[in-house]
């Protein structure tokens, strides 16, 4: 039986109270959301904090708010709930089905939107108990100095295995970050960085209160698709998003791409925004030559690792499948708009 190490524990009130817990130990603090990932890592000696802080009391990071900009959603609100959000199922259908599609019901209940933004890389040679890394001399993302997957290299490239932040980027959602100096945004495709020891931009003294899905991202047809061993339980061996703007055109005309965003993810440490999309599919119909062009760019773009205990020759003769298919659904009569 694995057990939890031994820790201080923290659950302060308010977001300012977190700051101080956070910056009056430099460094030896662990948030804890939901404690879906953080309590099993805990376990494995992954993580082996001072200090743990929870956020379950902090009652601003539970707050939805919809206004001009946008609709804000706090850090603290559950992947049920947040697939269950009227205005999310609505305008970000794309989201709501990621958030429906982590692990299980339990989990689901428990994890949070912050959590799974903020979720720990994952790697076949980091997901084990400290006796296993041990046995194997450990590796540079913890305790260790060499890479099992890239030997010669010098970052590591565990597997972003977050759901829902694909469809954050794809929606071009911003994520809000409280720190010692305020509150600052940053899109959450540039929060991200492709170094999967620390994959985020997020400091030890701060942390995410909230996610904005811009107005301006209404309106748009959207899927996510995910492949996994089991329809339930496993993390993403390959995940795909797309946000596409295709204004509905009157009589038989089938709808023309004005814009498209397709994120790839859970290959390396950050999602991919694929590059050069636009210029394959603006102005062209919403159909099968085109998903296949914007498929083929996909599989030239991305490039799975040994780093998750799946065939990644395998992995990435799916990233054109699991792109078509995701534009297949984002287009299917009824889809969202
Ligand atoms: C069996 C199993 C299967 C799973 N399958 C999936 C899956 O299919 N897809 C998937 O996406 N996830 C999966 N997960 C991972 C996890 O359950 C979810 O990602 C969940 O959303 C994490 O949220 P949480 O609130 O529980 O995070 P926690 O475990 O509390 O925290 C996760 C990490 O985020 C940090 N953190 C949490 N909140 C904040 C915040 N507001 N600001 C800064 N840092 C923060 C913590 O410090 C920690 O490092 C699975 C977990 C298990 C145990
Ligand atoms: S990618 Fe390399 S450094 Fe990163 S967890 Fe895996 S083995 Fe360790």
Redesign the pocket.
């Known amino acids: 039986m694995l057990t939890l190490p031994v820790f201080e524990w923290a659950r302060p009130a308010s977001v300012d109270d977190v700051l101080r817990e956070l910056s009056s130990r430099p460094g030896e603090c ?11 890592n805990l376990k494995h000696r992954l993580h082996e904090p001072k200090r743990v802080v929870s ?1 379950g009391g902090v009652s601003e ?1 539970k707050q939805v708010r919809e206004d001009a900009d946008g609709l804000h959603v706090g ?1 603290l609100v559950t ?1 049920t709930a947040l697939s269950r959000l009227p205005e999310i199922r609505r305008d970000f259908a794309a989201t709501a089905e990621a958030a429906s599609l ?2 299980s019901p339990q ?1 689901r209940n ?3 939107l ?3 933004l ?3 890389t994952r790697c076949t040679y980091y997901n084990q108990t400290y006796f296993w890394r041990e046995a194997l001399g450990f590796c540079l993302k913890k305790d260790g100095v060499l890479c099992h997957v890239v030997p010669q290299g010098k970052r590591c490239v565990a597997a972003h ?4 932040a694909p469809t954050l980027i794809a929606y071009g959602a911003e994520v809000e970050i409280a720190g010692p100096r305020g509150r600052r945004s940053v899109s959450v495709d540039a929060f991200f960085v492709g170094d999967g020891v620390h994959n985020n931009v ?1 400091g030890p003294d701060e ?2 209160t909230r996610v904005t899905f811009p107005a301006a991202a209404r309106g748009q047809r959207g899927a996510y698709r995910k492949l996994r061993p089991r329809a339930a ?4 061996m390959l995940s795909v998003a797309v946000a596409a703007r295709a204004p509905a055109r009157g009589g038989s005309d089938a709808a023309r791409i004005d814009s498209l965003r397709v994120v790839v993810s859970a290959l390396g440490a950050k999602p991919r925004l694929l590059g050069g999309v636009d210029a394959l599919v603006a102005g062209r119909p919403a159909g099968e030559e085109t998903f296949a062009a914007v498929a083929a760019s996909a599989r030239k773009q991305c490039r799975p690792l040994t780093n998750v205990p799946y065939d990644d020759d395998w992995r990435h003769a799916m990233v054109p499948v699991m792109v078509t298919r995701a534009l297949r659904d984002a287009f299917a009569e009824g889809g969202e708009r």
Not at 161 to 164: E, H, K, W
Not at 233 to 236: E, K, S, V
């Open positions: 662990l948030l804890v959301a939901g404690g879906t990932d953080a309590v099993p956020l990071l850090a992947l982590v692990a989990i428990m994890g949070t912050g959590g799974n903020c979720l720990d295995s977050s759901d829902v997020l942390l995410v339980i496993d993390f993403p």
